[in-house]
């Protein structure tokens, strides 16, 4: 199964507040609500301090803050200006204003407002981090690392602007570069469990299992239950053979989040490499019960009821895969197989030629075709498909030893000899005595 390539992004909102006038009373209970993360209850409480003092540029600030953490950048935006047009050296406006232009996209607008925030408190290292991922969403690396080292410059010690900088080195394919970036951010705090997760991904993308597993047991050993570090730490275990750690990190990850549809869905693929086909159908059910359209949970059920011979059950989950996703390449392919457990060869070619419409350089599923034509006596189609395979892959002498069979088959024993001498020379042993024995002399080339 694939395995989706992740990284922890850190972004900050800055919420700093002031001494406020004591009299201000609706305004220090909405920053109380705010710090204890009750919104609804914060956003009464400015909504009254502004009706009371329309030009209080902490009112309108504060509120924009709970907008923003209430998912509404649009709302937040405008507060955040509103403060801004009270208090114009507000920097913390600037700041989170320019956030959430970012969230929206706006990227020029964003840029304008680190810009002034700079100007307003030029040692501020919270800007610089800010501003440097804004030119990452732009995949403006070099920009980026910039201004993260100019963070890391004004405050060695402040981690967002290490992480940061090494997902900015690792867009960039540079991930010795991220490893050693997260390794001296580790040094500094090793108890940042979010480094570690960082830095295994990292070593994953570089091929090393060992060490990303290592960085995962320390992540998870200091962040027992955090969610994504368990499914990554899982699909590695999954990838590495080990179906049981697997399962164990997908099943903490459905105890702490039971509506979790792709933990159910994952836990089911690592039960099926076990096999306990059961298992994966109840997993799938689960997964499918939370997620009506989970097309891939219905292959992956498919699969399962394949192998406990219920091809009826298995067709339907098919069929069900390709009507959510028509463009679903695993479904057709098999589909296939339990059509022709069914002996509906036509059927099974039928859906092997679709799903390479989708995936026209898939080399199993050409091969696939090809063996099943040739299996069916349609010489012709299987040298199609098998060429097809020399043209994505011109030394594959197996093929070409295959493609040299089906011309005998056909008569053509001058197209099957230049096969075989083909294959002898890309350094096929058996090719040799396969020319020896079917070809003439002046066929073998001499």
Not at 17 to 44: C, H, V, W
Not at 348 to 365: E, F, M
């Amino acid at each position: 199964m694939k395995k989706i390539w992740t990284v922890i992004i850190c972004f900050i909102l800055i919420t700093v507040s002031y001494a406020q006038n004591s009299a201000d009373i609706p305004l220090q209970e909405g920053i109380t609500a705010l710090t204890k993360r009750e919104f609804t209850k914060a956003l009464s409480h400015f909504n009254e301090s502004i009706k009371r003092k329309p030009l209080n540029a902490e009112a309108y600030y504060h509120r924009a803050i709970v907008y923003a953490n209430m998912g509404n950048p649009t709302a937040a935006i405008a507060d955040y200006s509103q403060a801004i047009n009270y208090n114009p050296l507000k920097t913390e406006a600037y700041i989170n204003r320019g956030s959430a232009y970012s969230e929206l996209k706006q990227y020029t607008l964003a840029l304008k407002d680190y810009n002034k925030a700079i100007e307003l408190k030029p040692k501020m290292a919270e800007i610089y981090n800010n501003r440097g991922y804004l030119f990452s969403l732009q995949n403006l690396h070099p920009e980026a690392i910039r201004d993260f080292d100019k963070a890391m410059e004004l405050n060695p010690k402040y981690s967002k602007a290490y992480i940061n900088k090494a997902f900015s080195y690792s867009a960039l394919e540079d991930h010795l570069a991220a490893i050693e970036i997260l390794s001296n951010l580790i040094k500094i705090e090793p108890n940042l469990s979010a480094a570690y997760f960082n830095r295994a991904l990292e070593y994953k993308e570089l091929g090393d299992a060992q060490n990303a597993l290592k960085d995962y047991d320390m992540g998870l050993k200091l962040e027992p239950d955090e969610q994504n570090m368990l499914v990554s730490r899982a699909e590695m275990r999954d990838e590495s053979g080990n179906d049981i750690g697997a399962i164990k990190d997908y099943t903490r990850v459905i105890e702490l989040d039971s509506s979790n549809s792709k933990a159910y869905y994952l836990r089911a693929s690592a039960q099926y490499d076990l096999p306990d086909y059961a298992a994966v159908v109840d997993d799938c059910n689960r997964a499918i019960k939370l997620k009506p359209d989970y097309w891939e949970a219905y292959v992956l059920r498919g699969n399962a009821f394949d192998f406990l011979n219920k091809y009826e059950d298995a067709l339907k989950d098919y069929n069900k895969a390709i009507e959510l996703n028509p463009k679903a390449v695993d479904a057709y392919d098999q589909r296939a197989i339990a059509k022709l457990a069914k002996n509906d060869v036509s059927g099974a070619l039928s859906d092997l030629s679709r799903a390479i419409i989708i995936a026209p350089a898939d080399v199993k599923l050409i091969e696939k075709r090809a063996i099943l034509r040739a299996a069916t006596k349609d010489y012709k189609g299987a040298i199609e498909d098998y060429t097809r395979l020399l043209e994505l892959n011109p030394t594959d002498t197996k093929v070409l030893m295959k493609r040299a069979e089906l011309f005998l088959l056909q008569g053509n024993k001058a197209l099957a000899c230049e096969d075989y001498k083909h294959a002898e020379m890309l350094g096929n042993g058996a090719a040799a005595s396969k020319r020896i024995f079917n070809c003439s002399d002046s066929e073998k080339g001499k």
